[in-house]
């Protein structure tokens, strides 16, 4: 098993990378140009502080025994008794931690403040991430989702996907609309960032899906056979989410945009993440194509609903979540992971009705311990900048910085003596030590 | 003297620099800036929400010349400038009371 091991150093190293940097690209080019740092930085310390808590208490929470909704978070406090040889696979699931927390983030663009999210992401990976992790990865016999209820979710689809697209729903109904919203224009500052966010997730998507194998009885006849399947599946599902979306968009619109093609992907993806190895290859182009063009369509809702998503989580990471986790009792193959026959190959109602199941625990899970938390922020602390710090932008206030220096330097725009004027003003600290 | 403003499309800009440098004129300020007229900005559609962008951007070229250049070079930006679409921009005149060069405090004409 050298050779899994190898794999899953890298596979680890692809989805940290799915956060740090893609995830922040994907959602800072989609973003205003006054908020793009705090877009980004909110992924950046989502990895730092998730990633942290995961090894003092996350891996004992999910993989430390039985429970029917999480293991004891003490048995392997800050790994006590993991050897190092396990290591990896701690890390491996870390990364997962990360970048569900992170996924939530889109929502709140331009106005949660910087301390409600430092302070939400921590309490949310402990009470609502950890344990749904346990509940759907550690199949145990009395783990709720797989244990329990029986249904398949191979990298993520529920604990990941629907667990950040529900609490990104909660959040934006309690934090409310940004001002302005929707009668202002909020449109992507930069969408070239936001094509490379989406290509690299899709890379280290591989990591995510792939990844995820568990073994059985087998494993050297299994690995082949099954990553086989997951690479194909993530990519053929992923690659029909593209062209799902733009038909839809075309269609509708009248234009096939480059959004639309970035979205397409994670789209695909959010969908496969659940199904890659239960389904063959026509049922991933299915699952794909069916996820493009409903999420396509469910980016929508919000302007009928008034809810703003900022950009767009539950329309994608909930609704394409939801569609892959469910559809996975339509397509799947004996012959995949799970080994169950889903509708169109005759093994009947029997797998739709437990994933269907296990998508409403986690959105109840999900929401209830979600609204709980980000109650106890917003009457604390609270969740939301200033209107005039909002009006000015979070990236000034929050961070002190601008993303962008448009003006000095240009030629045939301001001059370098225009830009001077902003050259910073001698610091107190050096006056201090003079 | 004449100070003559036009606001014109930008792909025209290096077209109308070449055709007013061949006239004679010796130099300009040219700036970009963003407007509307009757043309009204544009539609752009993100994942489904459609936009409608007021601004469009526009080039602003600002000549001085002798009051019996004027019409040329009005005659010389529309000429040049015009696609025949929606959009072409504005030429105006105004009267200049004084011009001073910098350099050597020539005024006037032989200061242009």
Redesign the interface.
């Known amino acids: 098993m050298d050779g899994y091991y190898a794999f899953m150093l890298v596979a680890t190293a692809f989805v940290l990378m799915m956060t740090v940097p893609a995830l922040a690209l994907f959602y800072g080019g989609m973003s205003r140009s006054k908020s793009v740092l705090n877009m980004m930085m909110m992924s950046y310390v989502a990895a730092a502080i998730v990633g942290i808590l995961y090894v003092a208490v996350g891996w004992s929470m999910g993989f430390g025994g039985d429970g029917t909704f999480f293991a004891n978070p003490f048995e392997l406090l800050w790994l006590d008794g993991v050897s190092t040889g396990d290591y990896i696979f701690v890390m491996f699931q870390m990364t997962f931690a990360i970048i569900t927390a992170a996924l939530i983030s889109g929502a709140v663009a331009d106005r949660m403040k910087f301390s409600a999210w430092v302070l939400f992401v921590p309490l949310w990976a402990v009470i609502v991430y950890f344990p749904m992790a346990h509940m759907v990865f550690s199949c145990t016999d009395d783990s709720l989702i797989c244990g329990r209820i029986g249904a398949q979710d191979y990298a993520g689809g529920t604990a990941v996907h629907i667990n950040a697209g529900v609490a990104a729903l909660v959040l934006v109904l309690l934090l409310g609309k940004r001002i302005g919203w929707?009668r202002e224009?909020m449109?992507?500052h930069n969408l070239t960032l936001t094509m490379l966010g989406a290509g690299l997730l899709w890379m280290g998507w591989y990591g995510f899906n792939v990844g995820s194998i568990v073994f059985g009885d087998d494993p050297e006849t299994q690995f082949p056979l099954e990553t086989g399947r997951t690479f194909a599946t993530t990519t053929l599902a992923t690659m029909a989410a593209i062209l799902g979306w733009l038909a839809v968009?075309r269609l509708?619109?009248?234009?096939a945009?480059s959004?639309?093609a970035a979205?397409g992907i994670v789209a695909g993806l959010v969908a496969i993440t659940p199904a890659t190895g239960a389904v063959n290859l026509s049922g991933a182009v299915a699952i794909g194509a069916i996820a493009g063009a409903v999420c396509?369509?469910a980016?929508?809702l919000k302007?009928k609903l008034g809810y703003d998503d900022s950009l767009?989580v539950v329309?994608v990471h909930l609704v394409g979540g939801i569609i892959g986790t469910v559809l996975i009792g339509v397509f799947s193959t004996s012959e995949g992971a799970g080994g169950v026959d889903g509708l169109i190959y005759g093994g009947g109602f029997g797998s739709l009705g437990d994933q269907a199941l296990g998508v409403v625990v986690a959105v109840i899970y999900s929401g209830l311990l979600t609204a709980v938390i980000a109650l106890a922020i917003k009457y604390t602390i609270g969740l939301r900048l200033d209107e005039e710090d909002e009006v000015n932008g979070i990236d000034l206030v929050a961070h002190g910085e601008s993303a962008y220096d448009l003006h000095s330097g240009t030629s045939?725009?301001s001059s370098s003596v225009l830009a001077a004027a902003t050259a910073p003003a001698p610091t107190k600290t050096e006056g201090a030590s003079a | 003297m004449k100070l003559v403003t036009a606001v014109i499309k930008p792909h025209k800009w290096e077209d109308v620099r070449e055709a007013l440098e061949t006239f004679g004129v010796a130099g300009m300020t040219v700036s970009e800036v963003s407007g509307y007229g009757r043309q009204k900005g544009h539609t752009e559609v993100y994942r489904g929400a459609e936009y409608d962008i007021a601004l469009v951007p526009k080039i602003r070229i600002e000549i001085v010349v002798d009051d019996a250049d004027s019409d040329d070079v009005v005659g010389i930006i529309v000429k040049t400038a015009q696609t025949g679409r929606i959009g072409d921009g504005k030429v105006w005149v105004s009267p200049v009371d004084t011009v001073v060069r910098v350099r050597t405090g020539e005024q006037d004409a032989s200061a242009l």
């Open positions: 929707p224009q449109r992507p968009e509708i619109h009248k234009k945009t959004l639309g979205s396509a369509w980016v929508g302007y767009d329309g045939g725009g």
